[in-house]
T-cell receptor, first 113, second 115 residues
């Protein structure tokens, strides 16, 4: 069952520009996480935002969470060619006890040098 | 750093074969997960385990089984491989932690082709 849906499905920008990806989900959550996947590799955890947080920063990453709209956004500032990857949001449902995450379908980001 | 190691990056098997995919983690994580990833469908959970010898079905368990005899190792078994099981398989692990939704650490995946 898909919980998170990313938007857009694909994004192409020039190096130095900012990239914004959005994620919508359906049920109450405990936290929302963003992951990155380089082509042919596994996913790498980027950042976690809890349901009682509205914004979080990590280096060039900024994540926002709006629980009233059941949505989150990931902003990558001053993008680099090395940021080219797929980005996934994942939600941990409220009250879940098994640490299961539900992943969205991902946004493919291409940063042109 | 956490390391999750999957035994093969690429694997080619024939229809009807019994296929074993192995995953080992070195961080004493309680939870381990098996996903398959297909274009346009994202990651779908096949099975997960929160302790040795414990397992729970995910969203798409049909045609698969798992084994967790030791804490660090989680195996995915395709009982009788079929062509629709051609996919990228990803293993992940995480701490049990307090509250749900601990970050997961992934292996590099096994690209499995069933001919």
């Amino acid at each position: 069952s898909q919980q998170g849906e990313e938007d857009p499905q694909a994004l192409s920008i020039q190096e130095g520009e900012n990239a914004t990806m959005n994620c919508s989900y359906k049920t109450s959550i405990n936290n929302l996480q963003w992951y990155r996947q380089n082509s042919g590799r596994g996913l790498v955890h980027l950042i976690l935002i809890r349901s009682n947080e509205r914004e979080k920063h990590s280096g060039r990453l900024r994540v926002t969470l709006d629980t009233s709209k059941k949505s989150s956004s990931l902003l990558i500032t001053a993008s680099r060619a090395a940021d080219t990857a797929s980005y996934f949001c994942a939600t941990a449902n409220y009250g879940g006890a098994t640490n299961k995450l539900i992943f969205g379908t991902g946004t493919l980001l291409a940063v042109q040098p | 750093d956490v390391k999750v190691t999957q035994s093969s990056r690429y694997l080619v098997k024939r229809t009807g074969e019994k296929v074993f995919l192995e995953c080992v983690q070195d961080m004493d994580h309680e939870n381990m997960f098996w996903y398959r990833q297909d274009p346009g469908l994202g990651l779908r959970l096949i099975y997960f385990s929160y302790d040795v010898k414990m397992k729970e079905k995910g969203d798409i368990p049909e045609g698969y089984s798992v084994s967790r005899e030791k804490k660090e190792r989680f195996s995915l078994i395709l009982e009788s491989a079929s062509t629709n099981q051609t996919s990228m398989y990803l293993c992940a692990s995480s701490y049990l932690g307090q509250g749900s939704g601990q970050p997961q650490h992934f292996g590099d995946g096994t690209r499995l082709s069933i001919l």
